[in-house]
């Protein structure tokens, strides 16, 4: 790489990459050249399947930080920021990652579990095909999984436990539009949530009665 004064202010060079070389504007005059090198690292972002992510490399001081946010494709819903070696850094889907080394995130994103009470649990639990039951959508989650709940009263048969990082919502955002309870007849308790990361929103849940302790819903962790 050939700098010269009138148009190379500064320019960011990659270690390793090559090596730069001034061309001096008045070979004939006497000077002196001082080279000023700043310390930047370089941030590489992976959007995995299901999303994209913004920006997707940036370079940044040690003593800073870029924020990168993951945006899900329909269908699909934000789970993590994750390091190369898989370790969690954030569950926030604007990230703040700090420059003090070079380094590759990846945002994880998982395809959403869908319920209907008109649905089939023999469906594979997509938008197009949901399931019709609470209980088939918890047998295919997985820790970062959402299940969003269509317009409708979803019953349960028995109380459902999250013990993993699971988020179970209304589809159109309303609590009036979808209504979890227990089915006719049943005295039971509704969730237990097992899990700092485990939510649920933007759904009403209407009575529920344990025997034990009585109430709908136990939260038995800290988040």
């Not at 459902?160 to 955002?173: E, F, H, N, Q, S």
């Not at 979890?180 to 009575?207: K, Y």
Request: charged share 15%; net charge negative; aromatic share 6%.
């Amino acid at each position: 790489m050939v700098l010269s004064p009138e148009a190379d202010d500064y320019v960011p060079v990659e270690s390793g990459v090559g090596a730069c070389n001034y061309v001096h504007p008045t070979p004939s005059v006497a000077g002196k050249l001082v080279w000023n090198w700043a310390v930047e690292n370089k941030i590489v972002a992976v959007g995995g399947v299901g999303g994209t992510v913004s920006p997707e490399v940036a370079w940044c001081p040690n003593d800073s930080a870029v924020a990168f946010t993951a945006e899900p494709a329909v269908g699909y819903s934000f789970y993590c920021w994750q390091d190369a070696n898989g370790a969690v850094l954030s569950y926030d889907a604007v990230y703040e990652c700090p420059g003090t080394a070079p380094c590759e995130i990846t945002a994880v994103f998982k395809s959403d579990i869908c319920v209907d009470p008109e649905g089939d649990d023999g469906a594979n639990g997509d938008a197009e095909h949901p399931l019709k039951s609470l209980s088939a959508a918890l047998a295919k989650a997985s820790a970062g999984s959402t299940i969003v709940l269509f317009v409708g009263t979803h019953e349960l048969a028995a109380e459902v436990t999250l013990g993993a990082d699971v988020t179970i919502k209304g589809a159109t955002g309303d609590p009036a539009d979808v209504t979890v309870c227990a089915a006719e007849g049943l005295s039971i308790g509704l969730f237990t949530l097992n899990s700092p990361n485990a939510v649920l929103r933007d759904l009403t849940i209407a009575g529920g009665n344990r025997a034990a302790s009585g109430g709908a819903v136990v939260i038995s962790t800290n988040g």
